[in-house]
């Protein structure tokens, strides 16, 4: 089966293990967010499940994917409360933007909602909360109570050394929060602005480019820690994966907790509309292994929550899961994916626990009614 995905989720150990479990071949298709779900878009016969972090609008208006039956999913019951009803500790829809949920349900008229029905969108995976990372001898340069702002992307005190994330869809989400915290601008909705919003925040992002604030742009993870690890930014948008990244390298950056609250995002596992036959069951035995705790324990090791929280549980050791999840001062040094050491003895999570973190959403990740709109301008300032 083909599985057509980025390379924060698409990790080869994982394929291998799925591969080992679950008897049959497995190709993985990596490629960065956009041109993965262009692919998704367009060319439905070119995989048979899609793992994205990118909402699921797009592709299932285009008709590229089928919904999934529930009934099929043998660990339906373990995925937790958040990504079924939108509830978390007891608050609902969290945040602005595409709250996973109104898009989860397929209705009995054919569009996503809500309302719980048999058949679901896509299978809610791995997720977390994105805001930026920071080189902590920067806080020399603030007074003493100063909290982390995503203001701070868009400060002339480290022009220069200021680096986004050049993706569309989720980079211009992160500069619009960092202009409504600097007092730059105002957005009704900061995951679904309009023609006039899009317009006020891409003059803003040009006037400080041309001020020459910015050192660069990044559209995959790699690209995110060369920029950190050779001290060519200070600070700029970054994913987990990026940080433990740097870490493994002994750079000791500090994600930060925006006082303002985090973006929040959640992967999907989406069946191609031309998955069918013998093909169709082997897609749903892949969805159905990665409820199954291994892959969720892989993604722990990088910063990432799992949708169904006790089967990773259990492949966690005790200090990972206090660390990862609840928070906890790690016991004892900590390996990633790839086995290098990324948290150190008494060392806690920046931001806190799973709870704390999952709670202090601003704005989910989302694809915005003006997308390709704001695709062009976007596109705009980056070649400004």
């Not at 373990?78 to 209705?107: C, H, M, W």
């Not at 992307?153 to 211009?172: M, N």
């Not at 660069?216 to 990244?245: C, H, K, Q, Y």
């Not at 950056?253 to 959640?266: H, L, N």
Request: aromatic fraction near 10%; proline fraction near 4%.
């Amino acid at each position: 089966m083909r599985v057509l995905g980025t390379r924060e989720t698409l990790l080869e150990p994982i394929r291998r293990q799925a591969e080992r479990d679950l008897g049959f071949r497995i190709e993985y298709e990596i490629a960065d967010g956009t041109t993965a779900m262009r692919k998704a878009v367009i060319s439905p016969g070119a995989y048979d499940v899609c793992h994205h972090w990118h909402p699921i609008e797009l592709a299932w208006t285009a008709r590229s994917v089928q919904a999934i039956e529930v009934e099929r999913i043998a660990l339906w019951n373990e995925i937790g409360d958040l990504a079924k009803t939108g509830r978390f500790n007891g608050v609902g829809d969290i945040g602005q933007g595409a709250v996973p949920v109104r898009s989860l349900y397929v209705q009995p008229n054919g569009e996503l909602g809500a309302a719980p029905t048999g058949q679901i969108s896509s299978l809610p995976t791995v997720h977390n909360v994105d805001s930026f990372g920071y080189d902590p001898a920067i806080t020399k340069d603030m007074g003493p109570d100063e909290p982390e702002s995503w203001s701070w992307l868009l400060d002339d005190r480290w022009r220069g050394k200021v680096a986004l994330l050049g993706e569309p869809a989720i980079g211009s989400i992160d500069a619009a929060l960092a202009a409504r915290s600097s007092g730059l601008a105002t957005f009704e909705d900061i995951g679904n602005m309009s023609l006039q919003e899009i317009d006020m925040l891409v003059d803003i992002l040009i006037q400080k480019k041309k001020a020459g604030l910015f050192a660069g742009f990044w559209n995959i993870r790699p690209e995110s820690v060369r920029l950190m690890d050779r001290r060519e930014v200070v600070i700029e948008s970054i994913w987990s994966p990026a940080i433990t990244a740097l870490r493994a390298k002994g750079k000791k950056i500090t994600c930060a907790a925006p006082i303002e609250g985090y973006r929040g995002w959640q992967c999907g596992m989406w069946l191609s509309a031309r998955t069918q036959g013998a093909q169709l069951d082997t897609s749903y035995a892949y969805l159905n292994w990665w409820l199954t705790g291994w892959a969720g324990a892989v993604m722990a090791r990088q910063g990432y929550y799992m949708s169904a929280l006790q089967p990773t549980k259990q492949h966690l050791s005790s200090d990972e899961w206090g660390y990862w999840y609840e928070g906890k001062p790690a016991r004892d040094n900590m390996a990633d994916p790839d086995g290098e050491i990324v948290v150190w003895a008494g060392e806690t999570r920046d931001g806190g626990s799973y709870w704390q973190r999952m709670s202090n959403i601003a704005v989910w990740n989302s694809t915005m009614d003006e997308h390709n709109y704001l695709v062009r301008r976007w596109n705009e300032f980056l070649h400004a």
